[in-house]
């Protein structure tokens, strides 16, 4: 079972810019792909990126197309996921999850673990 641990949220202002971490345990993070989502308050989860288990292969949703990019450093077990340009509507939840195959994919039934989350706030 691979635990992951997701850091570097906060409060920033529109415009600015947070780079979000999930470290993960266990020796099979190279072999699947990761991805990341959002949710707010009643409403349900979205997606936001995904990367296949090379780091070859990324998606992203429209809403953060251009502003948002995934990486993975599989030496460090970690996933990555840099934000730019930050909007209040990215305010939200952010959830990194790890994919039940190599292929990167856009959905939530693709992955098979989750972690905590953290809280990114864009304040107006």
């Known amino acids: 079972q691979v635990q992951l641990v997701e850091s570097g949220g906060g409060l920033v202002q529109a415009g600015g810019s947070l780079r979000l971490s999930c470290a993960a345990s266990?020796?099979?993070?190279?072999?699947?792909?990761m991805g990341w989502f959002r949710q707010v308050p009643g409403k349900e989860r979205e997606f936001v990126g995904s990367t296949s288990w090379t780091g070859s292969i990324t998606y992203y949703a429209d809403s953060v197309k251009g502003r948002f990019t995934i990486s993975r450093d599989n030496a460090k077990n970690t996933v990555y996921l840099q934000m730019n340009s930050l909007k209040p509507e990215d305010t939200a939840v952010y959830y990194c999850a790890k994919g039940k195959i190599r292929l990167a994919s856009t959905t939530t039934s693709a992955f098979d673990s989750w972690g905590q989350g953290t809280q990114v706030t864009v304040s107006s």
């Open positions: 266990g020796r099979t993070f190279s072999s699947y792909a």
